[in-house]
């Protein structure tokens, strides 16, 4: 893991990084304002055709590190941001533009798109998860947690299926592939599962199917008015304190 | 309008009053140890079969009172708590009994016994805001909220669906019957609705239905695991940062 370069704004500290071919950015709090801490990890993803520097991505990190104290990793998923976009990747996009244009339903190429993704992004996040957590200011004891949507929740599911590091997920506005309710009904973790109400790209019985199915006991739906992508705020503050129970009791500080 | 009694513990002001035949208790921030403030008003209904000051209200009311500084109004439903029991309710009670005791479906003579009390509580809800409006500590020009589950669900729908008053609820677990339906689509305020995932009692069909015939533009539906009185606690305190963040802004502190 090297760190490529760092900068500091508004008591936000922004450490770019890159293990092997993956490309990412750590977000914690300022030890030289906050003072050094040890604390949660919260692993962020971005929506598809986005970037680990997306606007909302950024501002989501920002809420989590300025209210919690938690760091924030984002990385490039496989094709996006800074990274090359294999033939693979060429040809879904292709296939995808070709079927916008020709007017006909882009759900089922985005939904096996994204999980096609999503299978690769897997091994990349728990490559990330091996590498932040040699950190000395991340406590490699303490669950981490996962916070997508769209294409980041696809990924977040199934990651969060497999890997006992994470341990409280919010995710939301999924697809429900027969993968995606696979992996679905494999996490045991706490979730808040954000549901746009009038998703139009995303059935709402398909994405009510896709909580039902969660494995975890705990489990907390949240629908808001609006489409795929617009959800209000006040999930992400909510998303915060979500965070904060379930992953809270695990900050230590540094005496 | 009569005040019959008052106490105080831990910070919490408790005024039993008395409107004709109606009984009630508001709660305040003790002026003697917050200093006096004019802030907005939060109508908090029982379940069926319980009262004014059954558990749940008081630890919900103790909840908004002491983080937001609300006044919180509880009064007892026709026919609960200190109320006597009209030869009507009687029929319906002994109905209900009788339903149980055969082993026969209880939702519909619920869902319509629920809907005879909330036609009868609306106008009481209205006579109650009207009296404590008329209190100095009560700011009469802000919204009011509504906080109720079950049959304070129905009675919170009816009344929000018709008294201007009504700024924001926080209602859930509602049978959907043909009338609920219809008083969801009059509701124009942001309502927070509270939706048992694996309610045995309602039907999730209908609870969804609900939520989606509301007529907000601003509407929040929270589903969490568990039964039809099961809701966590968390949802207390979402319920409370629901209402500052419609009504808070109405706080006027008194110079």
Redesign the interface.
Known sequence: MDFTSQSSTDGILERNFTISDISGILWSADPATAGTAIAPLVLMGHPGGLHKRAEGVMARAAHLVSTQGFHVASIDAPGHGDRTRSAEDVEWVDKLMRARAAGEPVGPIISAFNGSIAERSVPEWQQTLDALGELADIDANAPVGFMGMTLASEIGMRLAAVEPRIGAAVLGASFASPDTLRAARQVTVPVQYL?P?DDGDIDREAG?AL??ALGS?????????GQHHSVPW?ETE?AARFFA?FLRPFVRNVT
Chains 1, 2 share one sequence.
């Open positions: 549901l109400w009510l909580f039902d006991e705990q489990k907390f739906l949240h629908a808001t008015v006040v909510d129970r």
